[in-house]
């Protein structure tokens, strides 16, 4: 299995709820489509390509912890995956002391070429079987199991097309059931699909990359000796935060006139090819993304998000693993102003770059907990209050094993991260 798992806290409260708020009214789901509905409710996004399992508690069949993780192309990999992913959501709930009762199981895929949504659906009965038998082996049934594709769903445990024909049902339209209007209520939003999501922090293409990766070599050149000088590597670092507040300010002063995808063209525009070089190849120094970290809310918050999501569209090429550092910050921001959604798939998404990045492992596994992060937020503020008549610089004394090389990686050693990275809460 190739895909770092995005697990998701037990929202605490019953399966008819449309939140994990304390005053969400309760919602009761009726059947296939009202579960089909309600799952981007459930994950903040609508998945795509995806796995998505949800536990089940007690009789009133309350709600608990929630894994998506990609579905391998390779139907040699759909074994172990089922056995993997009903480790990790089983296990994970047994821990807690709260064994589910039962598993909601959802296989998201549009069609592909000459597809058609049966067909898909067809396609991926194996799995939907394996992931049954590796949740009965560990003695919790799959309560239902939904593949969604095309704007349609089908049920692969029922077996009545009176109520689930075999071309399958229509979904509801967006925003229009009762699960959208508890939705709307209690605040919760869906943050477009999954792929959009991914779309915003991967790499740019075409020439604006070719161009983007000789600024990187360029910069990579200049910068290195500097590094590895001990007398001049507080100067670069100090030089690197600075730009980044020079950014940030820009940022601040240069609204978009739209908000979401449509912006990122604009943010892309406001950074050169140089800067945005310098600012990546400083990041891979730990004491200074430990500085960045520290603009993680308030009106800090809003431009570093925009700044860290440039960034890591800038990692191309042969510089494709520095992203982890900006996208891990991007995660970072993400989680501590209260969108969990987006910063699973960010830290999702470093943890692909590098899978050894350990920043991205710690804050990922906290996400996946449901810890909260103003523990981290709280540490990050007394640092920072510890350096503020110094703002701008780093310690006198930067210890040299806290710097990642900043110049181009071989790829080949690179361990795969899918297998270790993520568990389900």
Not at 237 to 247: F, I, K, N, W, Y
């Amino acid at each position: 299995m190739t895909n770092n798992h995005e697990a998701h806290a037990p929202s605490g409260r019953t399966s008819t709820s449309a939140s994990g708020a304390a005053d969400a009214p309760p919602i009761t789901l009726r059947g296939p489509a009202e579960l089909a509905d309600a799952l981007p409710y459930m994950l903040g996004f609508h998945p795509t390509d995806s796995l998505v399992m949800v536990a089940v508690h007690g009789e009133g069949g309350r709600f608990g912890g929630r894994l998506r993780v990609g579905i391998p192309a390779d139907p040699d990999e759909w074994e172990d995956t089922a056995r993997q992913v009903a480790d990790c959501l089983v296990g994970g709930s047994r821990r807690r002391g709260v064994k589910p009762d039962g598993i909601v199981v959802f296989l998201c895929q549009d069609p592909s070429g000459e597809e058609n949504g049966q067909r898909v659906m067809t396609r991926l009965r194996p799995l939907a079987q394996r992931i049954r038998l590796a949740c009965g082996a560990l003695d919790v049934p799959v309560l239902e199991a939904l593949c969604l594709s095309a704007g349609r769903y089908w049920s692969y445990c029922c077996p009545d097309e009176r109520c689930c024909p075999a071309e399958g049902s229509v979904l509801a339209v967006p925003g229009t059931s009762v699960m959208a209007a508890a939705a709307t209520f209690a605040g919760l939003q869906v943050r477009g699909s999954l792929r959009e999501i991914e779309r915003r922090l991967a790499p740019l293409r075409g020439t604006g990359a070719e161009e983007m990766e000789r600024a990187l070599d360029r910069t990579a050149a200049a910068l290195v000796p500097k590094i590895l000088d001990g007398a001049t590597r507080e100067e670069v670092g100090a030089e690197t935060v600075s730009l980044a507040r020079t950014l940030m300010r820009r940022m601040t002063l240069a609204l978009p006139a739209e908000t979401g995808p449509g912006a990122d063209g604009w943010d892309d525009a406001l950074l050169g090819d140089d800067e945005a070089a310098s600012l990546i190849l400083g990041l891979q120094d730990r004491e200074i993304r430990d500085i960045a970290a520290e603009w993680m809310e308030d009106e800090e918050a809003g431009p570093a998000l925009r700044l860290w999501r440039a960034l890591a569209r800038r990692c191309v090429g042969a510089y494709a693993e520095h992203a982890a550092a900006p996208l891990t910050l991007a995660g970072w921001v993400s989680w501590s102003t209260g969108d969990e959604p987006t910063a699973r798939i960010a830290l999702g998404l470093a943890l692909r770059a590098d899978g050894e990045y350990r920043f991205a492992q710690l804050l990922h596994h906290a996400c996946n907990e449901g810890i909260d992060p103003e523990g981290l937020r709280q540490c990050l503020r007394a640092e920072r209050r510890r350096r503020e008549p110094r703002r701008g610089r780093l310690p006198a004394a930067v210890r040299r094993d806290t710097t990642r090389p900043p110049g181009r990686r071989s790829r080949t050693t690179r361990r795969e991260p899918g297998r270790t990275a993520g568990s389900e809460q």
